[in-house]
């Protein structure tokens, strides 16, 4: 069973600025969860040298003193909250295995910009949480959210993106729960490519048109209870998703990812991995419900 926890990944480095601890305190307020304080540090120079392992108890000492800095005026403003600290590497695999070992309802990072070569390599710590992180993960970027947030729910009614149907149930049941209890506005949108260098008939492209538009009003109409407002796009799901966003002043998009090893994990890397330094909002990553951590390849 779910757990009613939003897990914070904390970095000490970062001062006072913790923009997705702030973020997840608010919405542990909306929706009546508790909060659990994470943070990991490492030092190379100590494994291995006399003493190391007096060091690394020492270090997570430090860090939950650090952190339980972070949780008294949390605590004082009712919510509940636990700290945990570990001295590991790398820091992904560390939130990966903390997330693995509970059924948390979010896990909130700071979502940080990647330079080219990161974008590039998908070395990045939010890459290996996007492919790998077993539960709700909720990249925060530094802005304020609107009074009345609008969630965007990504979804993909035909399953051309390489992305199982019962993984839209899931983005769409969370964006909606999620823009309700936010009292919020719900968004749907979904995006369709035409063949690459085809020029095609304009019967056809009303054709192709036609066929995304009747897939997403049956799924609306199964979800009829939650409907939100529909968008239909014609391009590449990234630039679709990040014009979506722009056009609809998304706070939140909502939207799914599958694991992806090798050679097309490097190159390639999901629709989730292209949006986030593009999106100016939060991204809400959910994986398949039989999702399962890859092993390291």
């Known amino acids: ?39 990991c540090d490492y030092d ?7 003493g190391a392992a007096a060091v690394r108890e020492e270090a997570q000492k430090n860090l939950r003193r650090t952190l339980e800095g972070f ?34 309802w979010l896990v909130a990072k700071d979502a940080h910009h990647h330079n080219l070569a990161q974008r590039t390599l998908l070395t990045n710590v939010d890459w290996q949480l996007i492919r790998e992180c077993p539960v709700p993960l909720l990249l925060v970027k530094d802005r304020k959210l609107a009074a009345e947030p609008v969630v965007l729910a990504a979804v993909d009614p035909l399953n051309e993106h390489d992305k199982p149907a019962a993984l839209d149930d899931r983005i769409f049941t969370f964006a909606a729960d999620l823009a309700r209890v936010l009292r919020g506005h719900l968004h749907v949108v979904h995006s ?14 009303k054709l192709i ?36 966003a ?14 992806r090893r090798g050679l097309k994990r490097l190159f390639i890397g999901s629709t989730a991995e292209r949006v986030l330094d593009r999106l100016p ?17």
């Open 71 to 104: 949780a008294a005026p949390l605590r004082q403003q009712g919510l509940s909250v636990s700290v945990d600290a570990v001295c590991q590497h790398p820091f992904g695999a560390a939130i990966v295995e903390k997330a693995a070992a509970h059924d948390y």
């Open 192 to 205: 369709y490519g035409t063949p690459l260098g085809a020029e095609l008939p304009p019967d056809a492209v």
């Open 44 to 50: 190379p120079a100590v494994s291995g040298a006399r």
């Open 246 to 259: 722009s056009e609809h002043a998304a706070d939140i998009v909502v939207m799914g990812a599958v694991a």
């Open 1 to 39: 069973m779910r757990e009613n926890t939003i897990l914070v990944v904390v970095d000490p480095a970062a001062g006072s600025h913790q923009p997705a601890l702030g973020r997840a305190a608010w919405l542990a307020k909306q929706v009546g969860a508790r909060l659990e304080l994470f943070a």
């Open 209 to 244: 048109a036609d066929e995304h538009r009747a897939a997403m009003a049956r799924f609306l109409d199964t979800h009829a209870a939650l409907r939100g407002h529909p968008h239909l796009y014609e391009g590449m799901a990234h630039e679709c998703l990040q014009k979506a």
């Open 281 to 297: 909002c939060d991204l809400v990553i959910i994986k398949p419900l039989d999702f399962e951590v890859p092993d390291v390849d």
